[in-house]
């Protein structure tokens, strides 16, 4: 019996497009969602996308969830979720509703939208549009969410509880957590340059990513065709400080090499890395040691796409796993837009991207805040053509 975790569909909605399609269209013309980072549709047209009442009351978080969910149930030919588990990484929630009756709520006029501000009301409002999930939870690890709970679906699919996982992410803009982290002084005005030697912070993002995670058996019995094999994982936290990187780079070391280890495979066997790659002074210089750590002169091509869809903090990892997915099939390494001039201590990144190329192994990076950092190893399942 076949084993192992496979991914038959992927959904995504960011500042690049609303589906696969438009995002890759926008990947292979370099075209930027920077520096504003939104989904270019209101709630109420997304609403209208998803059949939902304009007067009903959802957190945006929710709707770009369910758009970018829908797409991968579709994908995978999954009509009835019964019997899957959904796990979605969230850190702002409903905030937005918050944000827009906080007067109202707190002079006892309408104390119903309380029940909205939760991660884990965004989660439940996402399972709910789809009649129901077997298993509902929600991770939150701020920018490692996403990939942390695709993870857990991963070890939930190996553990034989499922064969069905839907894992991804998804965050909306809020003035919250905009305020946030402009208050840490890492806000770029300008569109971000991931590793550029003048690069002066991030851009902020919002969207969703979500993979359907299967066991391989159940997936082949189904016949369905697969996008990709998630062969490996790592998590690590080296604690190092409440938001920096550690200046040696050792969580998202220990993530990648995990991620290697349990794939089997060594550093040469990986074709392309989507890195973390904010912008910020800190995550770059460290992200480019522990990749130099660890792949020592040879590493491979990098790039951030968040100079694309900007950090979309919690559903980054979701939304870069498609985005890996994608360039997987489509045979080429996105550019990381705004890069110039080399910076020492950083490595240097594919700046005009690259077409024509085979990708058997890639890492997706997510790190987080508090140095709880992730690594995810993709592998095509085609052979090279």
């Known amino acids: 019996m ?24 926008s990947l292979i013309a370099r075209k930027s969602g920077l520096p504003g980072g939104e989904v270019a549709l209101s709630d109420l047209q997304l609403k209208t996308i998803l059949d939902i009442p304009g007067e009903e009351t959802v957190a945006r978080t929710s709707l770009l969830g369910m758009v970018a969910v829908k797409e991968a149930l579709e994908q995978a030919g999954i009509a009835g979720t019964g019997d899957a588990a959904l796990i979605s990484g969230t ?10 009756h906080y007067l109202e709520m707190l002079e006892g006029g309408r104390p119903d939208y309380f ?32 990939a942390n709970s695709i993870i857990f679906g991963a070890n939930l699919i190996r553990s034989g509880r499922f064969d069905v996982v839907v894992a991804g992410g998804s965050e909306c803009l809020t003035r919250y957590h905009t305020n946030g982290f402009d208050s840490l002084m890492i806000l770029d005005k300008e569109p971000c340059r991931p590793f550029d030697a003048s690069r002066a912070g991030l851009n902020l993002g919002e969207g969703a990513g979500f993979v359907v995670l299967e066991s391989e058996a159940h997936a082949l019995a189904r016949g369905c065709r697969l996008l990709g094999r998630l062969e490996g994982w790592g998590n690590a936290c080296d604690a190092f400080h409440q938001t920096a990187s550690s200046p040696d780079g050792e969580g998202a070391f220990l993530a990648m090499s995990k991620a290697l280890e349990m794939a089997g495979l060594r550093p040469a066997d990986i074709d392309y890395i989507n890195a973390h790659g904010t912008g910020t002074v800190n995550n770059d210089e460290s992200e480019s040691k522990a990749m130099s750590r660890l792949f020592g002169g040879c590493v491979p091509p990098v790039s951030s796409t968040k100079s694309f869809t900007g950090h979309t903090t919690s559903a980054s990892g979701g939304i870069e796993t498609v985005i890996c997915l994608l360039a997987m099939e489509y045979g080429f390494i996105p550019a990381n837009l705004g890069w110039k001039v080399p910076s020492e201590g950083c490595i240097t ?8 190329v085979f990708l058997q192994h890639v890492l997706c990076n997510s790190f987080a805040f508090g140095g709880n950092d992730s690594s995810l190893l993709i592998s095509n399942t085609r052979d090279h053509e």
């Open 2 to 25: 076949a084993t192992g975790v496979v991914i038959t569909g992927a959904g995504i909605v960011s500042a690049i497009g609303v589906g696969k399609d438009e995002t890759l269209r």
């Open 91 to 100: 850190t702002v929630g409903g905030m937005d509703i918050t944000e827009k």
């Open 115 to 146: 029940r909205h501000h939760t991660c884990g009301s965004s989660t439940d409002r996402i399972a709910g549009y789809f009649g129901g999930f077997a298993l509902v939870t929600t991770t939150s690890t701020a920018c490692s969410s996403a």
């Open 349 to 356: 990144p594919e700046a005009e991207g690259r077409s024509k």
